[in-house]
C-alpha cells in the first residue's frame, strides 16, 4: 500500500527558499500523479502544485507561478517542491497527494502524507 511522508518545512524569513520533499514507500511512485497541496489556518486547503507521471505535464496555482518548482525523482520515488521568494502568505502546513481527483481543488480521494508546517516570518 502506498505511504506518503513529506519533509523539509521549517521556518524562514520572507525571499527565502524552502524544498520539501515527498517520499514514497510500500508502491512505486511513478503510476501516479502527484501534487502538492497547502493549508493556512482558517482557511480551506488549496492547491499548489501538480505534476503528471512523465513529468511532462505540470500546474501551478497562479499565487505560486514563476516561485514554485515541482519535480520528480521516479529512481528515489520523491517529489519535489522548491520554493523561492517566500512570502508569508505562503505559510501553511504543506501535504502531497498521489492521484488526486483535481489538482487545484480540495477533494480527499488519493492517498494523503500527514503534512509538513511551513511557516514564513520576519
Known amino acids: 500500500q502506498l505511504q506518503l511522508v513529506e519533509s523539509g518545512g521549517g521556518l524562514v524569513q520572507p525571499g527565502g527558499s524552502l524544498r520539501l520533499s515527498c517520499a514514497a514507500s510500500g508502491a512505486t511512485s511513478d503510476f501516479y500523479v502527484i501534487a502538492w497541496f497547502r493549508q493556512a489556518p482558517g482557511k480551506e486547503r488549496e492547491g499548489v502544485s501538480c505534476?503528471?507521471?512523465?513529468?511532462?505535464?505540470?500546474y501551478y496555482a497562479d499565487s505560486v507561478k514563476g516561485r514554485f518548482t515541482i519535480s520528480r525523482d521516479d529512481a528515489k520515488n520523491t517529489v519535489y517542491l522548491q520554493m523561492n521568494s517566500l512570502k508569508p502568505e505562503d505559510t501553511g502546513v504543506y501535504y502531497c497527494?498521489?492521484?488526486?481527483?483535481?489538482?487545484?481543488?480540495?477533494?480527499?480521494?488519493?492517498?494523503w502524507g500527514q503534512g509538513t508546517q511551513v511557516t514564513v516570518s520576519s
Open positions: 505534476i503528471s507521471r512523465t513529468s511532462t505535464t505540470t
Open positions: 497527494v498521489a492521484d488526486p481527483l483535481y489538482c487545484s481543488d480540495y477533494d480527499p480521494q488519493g492517498v
